[in-house]
T-cell receptor, first 116, second 115 residues
Framework: NAGVTQTPKFRVLKTGQSMTLLCAQD?????MYWYRQDPGMGLRLIHY???????AKGEVPDGYNVSRLKKQNFLLGLESAAPSQTSVYFC???????????????FGDGTRLSIL | EDQVTQSPEALRLQEGESSSLNCSYT??????LFWYRQDPGKGPEFLFT???AGEEKEKERLKATLTKKESFLHITAPKPEDSATYLC????????????????FGKGTKLSVKP
């Protein structure tokens, strides 16, 4: 049982380049999230999805786009990378539970992204 | 403005030396407080959910408690394998109706347990 898998694990980009981070989960979870973690700051939500074909903005969505074409995959795109997007990106998932807002339960091990 | 503050930033303990980590919060209506453990180079691992003052949850050497202003993560007789960064997060009434993932995270407490 792999849980949440993120690819790639590391990447270095030049300013203005684009790339896509992939998140895959094998737990049949409805909800998926993308967070960024920066030194001295708490985790911050970028975008999230409550089901296949749906996405929504989180706390810090600018400069990012997402897609969830399949239930098990959640993609995070950077169209034109900027140094301010240097960070560690985490994907997370959680199940649906009627009457309860379940918090993010399973996180991947992160993608370390540097923008030069 | 909703805020979460964790203290101390770092804590060094000897194996077997019990202690507590603090998470104080200021939110417009608490809709859940969550504890996570994060090992270096890894993603957070979900530990506990607390919803109301007086509630307690336990898992092995860890016990989480909640009051109206703060939560404590008590570590009893810690072992070196308990070394990690512990994250606290809250969901407030302001973001309750939106993303259930839009939690407010604290900066964490880095715990080191020496043998």
């Amino acid at each position: 049982n792999a849980g949440v898998t993120q690819t790639p694990k590391f990447r270095v980009l030049k300013t203005g380049q684009s790339m896509t981070l992939l998140c895959a989960q094998d737990m049949n979870h409805e909800y998926m999230y993308w967070y960024r973690q920066d030194p001295g700051m708490g985790l911050r939500l970028i975008h999230y999805s409550v089901g296949e074909g749906t996405t929504a903005k989180g706390e810090v969505p600018d400069g990012y786009n997402v897609s969830r074409l399949k239930k098990q995959n959640f993609l995070l795109g950077l169209e034109s990378a900027a140094p301010s997007q240097t960070s560690v990106y985490f994907c997370a998932s959680s199940r649906f539970e009627s009457g309860t807002l379940v918090p993010p339960q399973h996180f991947g091990d992160g993608t370390r992204l540097s923008i030069l | 403005e909703d805020q979460v503050t964790q203290s101390p930033e770092a804590l060094r303990l000897q194996e077997g030396e019990s202690s507590s980590l603090n998470c104080s919060y200021t939110v417009s209506g608490l809709r859940g407080l969550f504890w996570y453990r994060q090992d270096p180079g890894k993603g957070p691992e979900f530990l506990f959910t607390l919803y109301s003052a007086g509630e307690e949850k336990e898992k092995e050497r860890l016990k989480a408690t909640l009051t109206k202003k703060e939560s404590f993560l008590h570590i009893t007789a810690p072992k070196p394998e308990d070394s990690a960064t512990y994250l606290c997060a809250v969901r407030s009434a302001m973001n309750y109706g939106g993303s259930q993932g839009n939690l407010i995270f604290g900066k964490g407490t880095k715990l080191s347990v020496k043998p």
